[in-house]
């Protein structure tokens, strides 16, 4: 599943270093979280503080016996922060540095998102895609709807309004002079999402599907009643495992699919 990795650095999985390697370069009593700084006074780096990451670590039997704040930025970009990342944690006092997240910025700093472009998803994830796209919209083109608008996300929005930048909005909203969000943007209605996608169709008579993919389970009664007659796509909200081999215990959680006909 990793190999893309190991065409651009040397790599190996958790399973391996943990049975092959952990005894020699990471020994129960030299477990030590790292963070920039404290998440708050009584939780330090917080590791294994909440899901998923104390399952994470629990998975294999991982406990940390002390943190170490790093008070360093991760932009090694820098040659100064490079190097200060070299002198204080270098490899042979510091083998295993352990985080609690990816070493990265949050959001992602635009010189940096030319790296989306080496995702690749394993064969099982582009499997299923496939046979879903090849057997349930027979090959034809589609439009995609990812609506992000359950209540979570809701209360979210209500901190952003107003905002230059909220998350990852910016990689949408950067090139715009004097912008800033607006609840259309973060939180938009029902009316206008079915308005904006009738209007893409209208362009593209061609397209008869429409894949909806949110987290809110209320969402597609409202726009189902909303669009123009179309074949509608959608993810259940109800997730069956499907296990793709007894002998190798290897479990996929794949979407229970329904298609649904609007008349």
Request: some cysteine; aromatic content about 12%.
């Amino acid at each position: 599943m990793f190999e893309p990795v190991i065409e651009y650095h040397k790599a190996v999985t958790m399973e391996q270093f943990m049975s092959q390697l952990s005894h020699d370069y990471w020994p129960p009593n030299e477990r030590r979280g790292y963070c920039r700084a404290p998440t708050d006074s009584s939780s330090g780096c917080g590791l294994k503080k909440g899901s998923p990451f104390g399952p994470f670590w629990d998975e294999f039997g991982i406990d940390f016996i002390d943190d170490v704040y790093t008070g360093l930025s991760y932009d090694v970009h820098l040659s100064s922060v490079a190097d200060e990342w070299m002198n204080r944690f270098a490899a042979k006092d510091h083998p295993v540095i352990a985080l609690r997240g990816a070493p990265a910025r949050f959001p992602l700093l635009s010189h940096n998102r030319h790296l989306h472009k080496l995702l690749k998803w394993s064969a099982p994830i582009v499997s299923i895609a496939t046979d879903y796209t090849q057997v349930k919209l027979e090959g034809r083109s589609y439009v995609g709807l990812h609506l992000r608008i359950g209540s979570d996300w809701q209360r979210c929005c209500e901190h952003a309004i107003g905002e230059r930048s909220y998350m990852e909005s910016l990689q949408c909203l950067e090139a715009l002079q004097d912008h800033v969000i607006s609840p259309d943007i973060c939180y938009p209605t029902s009316s206008k999402i079915s308005n904006q996608t009738n209007q893409l169709l209208a362009l593209n008579p061609h397209i008869k599907d429409i894949y909806i993919a949110t987290d809110d389970v209320h969402a597609y009664a409202k726009l189902h009643l909303t669009f123009d007659p179309q074949y509608i796509y959608s993810i259940q909200r109800d997730l069956k495992w499907i296990c793709s081999s007894l002998l190798e215990l290897m479990c996929l959680l794949v979407p229970v699919y329904h298609h649904l006909r609007l008349l």
